[in-house]
Antibody, heavy 121, light 109 residues
Framework: EVQLVQSGAEVKKPGESLKISCKGS????????IGWVRQMPGKGLEWMGI????????RYSPSFQGQVTISADKSISTAYLQWSSLKASDTAMYYC??????????????WGQGTLVTVSS | SYVLTQPPSVSVAPGKTARITCGGN??????VHWYQQKPGQAPVLVIY???DRPSGIPERFSGSNSGNTATLTISRVEAGDEADYYC????????????FGGGTKLTVL
């Protein structure tokens, strides 16, 4: 059974750094792109970026390029999303998302349970 | 970057048919995927590649895509279908990124 298990909720202050994680199991972690989707309170889904753990090829949405870093450690089947300096506007639920690729299109076939990040002074 | 436009809300009586649209420039040339999200839960894929259903998704859910509009159709709507629905495509232009529509809140009257 494919599972994506994310790290727990975080409460941080503006300016602090943060790294959240997503551990994949039940499939070959290095064979699928895995990424992150943001959902701000009461808002819609926003695609942030993906990484291919097999070779660490990474793609970002222009909206998030330079704002976050996506990485992966294939030895422990875990993907990460990190910030070097959080802002209040980073307050959101972040979903880990396994991407399936076929016919020139990616879709999300499995989702993590979400990690709530709250940034407040 | 590529933009997907969805109506903010759609309302339908139980047993009737709901149609949720997703507009985009020549979206018919792209593959469209649909997700259902209930309050407090992660999204779930309900339609992929325009009209395919994952295992476990009722046959009442169907999809189509042509021209500038893709449509998610839910037949014989049930109270349990009340949720937010999002369309998604892959923008393989210079950006190479996923794109979600703004989402549609389906209300079952």
């Amino acid at each position: 059974e494919v599972q994506l298990v994310q790290s727990g909720a975080e409460v941080k202050k503006p300016g602090e750094s943060l790294k959240i994680s997503c551990k994949g199991s039940g499939y070959s972690f290095t064979s699928y792109w895995i990424g992150w989707v943001r959902q701000m309170p009461g808002k819609g889904l926003e695609w942030m970026g993906i990484i291919y753990p097999g070779d660490s090829d990474t793609r970002y949405s222009p909206s998030f390029q330079g704002q976050v870093t996506i990485s992966a450690d294939k030895s422990i089947s875990t993907a990460y999303l990190q910030w070097s300096s959080l802002k209040a506007s980073d307050t959101a639920m972040y979903y880990c998302a396994r991407h399936y690729y076929s016919s020139s299109s990616y879709l999300v076939d499995y989702w993590g349970q979400g990690t709530l990040v709250t940034v407040s002074s | 970057s590529y933009v997907l436009t969805q109506p903010p809300s759609v309302s339908v009586a139980p047993g009737k048919t709901a149609r949720i649209t997703c507009g985009g420039n020549n979206i018919g040339s792209k593959s469209v995927h649909w997700y259902q999200q209930k309050p407090g839960q992660a999204p779930v894929l309900v339609i992929y590649y325009d009209s395919d259903r994952p295992s476990g998704i009722p046959e009442r859910f169907s999809g189509s895509n042509s021209g500038n509009t893709a449509t998610l159709t839910i037949s014989r709507v049930e109270a349990g279908d009340e949720a937010d629905y999002y369309c998604q495509v892959w923008d393989s232009s210079s950006d190479h990124q996923g794109v979600f529509g703004g989402g549609t809140k389906l209300t079952v009257l």
